[in-house]
């Protein structure tokens, strides 16, 4: 098919030779050869009278046009993906389809395995493929590369829907032996003069709870940061260093033994985890069921005295 003389075949390879800036790459995933995609990009070249992707030493890098092409062709991909993807009905005892969702190591070890216990006793044949935290999660969900994401709301985009999931409250965990065990709540000199232990996102900026600190004015002596929560309690274990932690995911490492519980001296903002979705995605019945998942399986991590569920958390 054409448009305006243009192969719109072409604005697929486009697509990836922007995305990958490799011709190699851009060819496997679409299947088909490299000398294939090598003439697509001349075709699109002389189409456009541009080079599009300039070479520059062992990289490839986007011309001006290319990169002034690279959010309308995306979002033009993504929007036709939605409505083939998208089948006006959904049967979850037989569908075969792969749900992308994007989550933290905090969701994995605490939501993660009673959503897909829930999932799969009714959609055996789903696939989940969990992929990383990042800067602007929301990103993978404009780019196509996503088709969930779990994240605090503050860290949500204001440009697609987000349902509130649950509340977590944040608290600190502590070698059993510390000095801060006898503490029901340590006091501020103690907390902003001991060591913590953070995680960080790998792609850098702050967690949650280091921008709940800032927001009451509570400072933190970072003596390690680490890329993934389940490192938390082996870096606190032996020291007296602190790591602030949701509530839920507390209780699950102290259940390793030799930790502990602690309050901050003050109450932290909670952690509001929200899944969000593209807004092209909002009718998707395979999404509307796996969100629909998800809020069972928060209220039932509630129950096992977790955090609150959208629903009570609302209530009060």
Request: one cysteine or more; glycine letters at 6%; proline letters at 6%.
């Amino acid at each position: 098919m054409r448009f305006k003389n243009l192969d719109l075949n072409l604005l697929v390879a486009l697509d990836a030779l922007i995305r990958l800036r490799n011709v190699s790459r851009a060819a496997d995933e679409m299947f088909i050869t490299q000398s294939a995609m090598s003439n697509a990009l001349g075709r699109l070249r002389e189409y456009f009278d541009d080079p599009l992707l300039i070479q520059v030493g062992r990289t490839m890098e986007l011309s001006p046009l290319a990169g002034s092409l690279e959010q309308p062709l995306r979002d033009i991909i993504v929007r036709i993906d939605s409505a083939v993807v998208s089948t006006p009905s959904f049967n979850p005892a037989d569908s075969r389809r792969v749900i992308g969702m994007v989550v933290s190591d905090y969701t994995l070890h605490t939501l993660m395995p009673i959503f897909l216990a829930i999932a799969a006793a009714e959609a055996p044949g789903l696939h989940f493929d969990f992929k990383p935290q990042q800067n602007f999660p929301h990103l993978l969900l404009e780019k196509g590369e996503a088709d969930l994401l779990i994240a605090p709301s503050v860290f949500c985009s204001t440009q697609h829907p987000a349902d509130l999931l649950f509340e977590d409250e944040i608290c600190c965990v502590t070698d059993s032996s510390s000095r801060f065990v006898t503490e029901a709540r340590m006091t501020r000199e103690q907390f902003e003069t001991c060591g913590h232990v953070v995680m960080r996102p790998p792609n850098g900026g702050e967690s949650f709870a280091e921008r709940a600190c800032r927001d009451v004015g509570l400072t933190i002596r970072v003596d390690v940061s680490t890329f993934a929560f389940s490192t938390l309690p082996v870096l606190v274990r032996g020291s007296d260093r602190l790591a602030l932690v949701q509530r839920s995911l507390a209780r699950e490492m102290i259940k390793t033994g030799g930790l502990t519980i602690v309050d901050p001296p003050l109450d932290l903002p909670r952690l509001q985890q929200s899944v969000q979705w593209h807004s092209y995605r909002s009718r998707d019945p395979a999404l509307i069921w796996v969100r629909e998942k998800l809020n069972i399986a928060a209220y039932a991590l509630a129950t096992e005295g977790g955090p609150r569920t959208a629903d009570n958390a609302l209530a009060g």
